[in-house]
């Protein structure tokens, strides 16, 4: 046994137990960094890696650069803005590339608040002749000093944790408003069930907006495939296209596309193994 600052661990800790007490770690102060987890269990960089994407496939936690944010089954509790961005940067970009491939110059567009439609804004700045309609006050900034876009805010109530407009303002603008294509962030896709999210209030706008564009595009990496959140939005034909990224199981890919919706595949680049002599 191993003592260290009262706590007793085994010199061998199995996987489950590793990843039971990194659970009970998120629980009590919902952030933990990798460094600490490799002092505490006396692992590898790569062991605990492995420890916190086994968690996120189960829900349990979203990884960012250094250790990982609890993604607790509350209600009450949304993740801030910047740790979404950062969790899968690398699949959410690679999607965003392909996504700007079915923006055309000219188009009417509107880009909901998520983390990975950033990802595809940060694209479009160069556009010409471009509308983008948004309720993401970082889009917004992110397209301000845009000289070809045009770029249009539907107003409504801040959720200041996830930088997102949402209430009756929104609901009214998006009313009024009819689209060439939206772009919609997706936290849960089932597809038998359908596609769910967190909070009623993202429910409301995601309707509003099926109804708004003449056509609908899904943007969700491989981490919210099999899954049902909170509140449910709608069945999965109510989008035309949903561009997610090459480590989806093939099982969801199938689905899609035997449920008339076009699946687009970013493929995201393993990371270059170093060959030592």
Known sequence: MVHKEGLFL???????????????????QRTVTASTLTQMFGVTTATIRRDLAALEDEGILVRTHGGAVSRTLSTDFQLSYEALRLSNLQEKR????EAEHLVL??????????????????????????????NSPPILERLQNSPGVTVMATGGDLQKDTSYLSGLWTQRALSEIKVDKAFFGVSAIDPEYGISTTRSALAEVKKMLVRAAKNRIALADHTKFGKQDFVYVGPISDYHTVVTDSETPQQYIAMLREGGVEAIIAQVQSPRKVSHP
Do not use: H, K, Q, W
């Not at 007490?21 to 998120?26: D, H, P, S, V």
């Not at 690679?94 to 590339?97: E, N, Y």
């Not at 983390?115 to 694209?123: G, R, S």
């Open 105 to 134: 110059d000219g188009d009417t567009v509107f880009l909901e608040g998520s983390t990975t439609v950033y990802e595809l804004a940060c694209l479009l700045c160069n556009r010409r002749r471009l509308t983008v309609v948004t």
């Open 10 to 28: 085994p010199i061998i800790v199995l996987a489950e137990e590793r990843r039971m007490r990194i659970r009970e770690l998120l629980a009590s």
């Open 94 to 97: 690679a999607i965003a590339s």
